[in-house]
Nanobody
Framework: QLQASGGGLVQAGGSLRLSCAAS????????MGWFRQAPGKEREFVGY????????DYVDFVKGRFTISRENAKNTVYLQMNSLEPEDTAVYYC???????????????????WGQGTQVTVSS
């Protein structure tokens, strides 16, 4: 299971840190991804972090603002979001992927486990 937390209401330009705690799986075996879904839109990829934390990648519209990190000893992955914009308003989801293929890490259908989502609202 994956449990996301840390969402809330923040003003534009502010910051939030989301957390995602894993249980019932060998966390260090999984690539962890973050996705988001805005009202009326499809769920979209935000970024991922490799199993050992040495590699990350992000979608262009969050590069330089968002950072993904993980603590395998705590079975937790984080999404640090800075310089938030109203367009970042969405439900944010964490997900776990055991595929060895990096080309799969931006694909929703390649993730094995999903968290329940946490709401992030950015006011202008």
């Amino acid at each position: 299971q994956l449990q996301a937390s840390g969402g809330g209401l923040v003003q534009a330009g502010g910051s939030l840190r989301l957390s995602c705690a894993a249980s019932g799986l060998t966390f260090s075996n999984y690539v962890m991804g973050w996705f988001r879904q805005a009202p009326g839109k499809e769920r979209e990829f935000v970024g991922y972090i490799s199993w050992n934390g040495r590699s990350t990648d992000y979608v262009d519209f969050v590069k330089g603002r968002f950072t993904i990190s993980r603590e395998n000893a705590k079975n937790t992955v984080y999404l640090q979001m800075n310089s938030l914009e109203p367009e970042d308003t969405a439900v944010y989801y964490c997900a776990a992927n055991r595929s060895p293929y990096s080309a799969y890490y931006s694909r929703l259908d390649k993730y094995d486990y999903w968290g329940q989502g946490t709401q992030v609202t950015v006011s202008s």
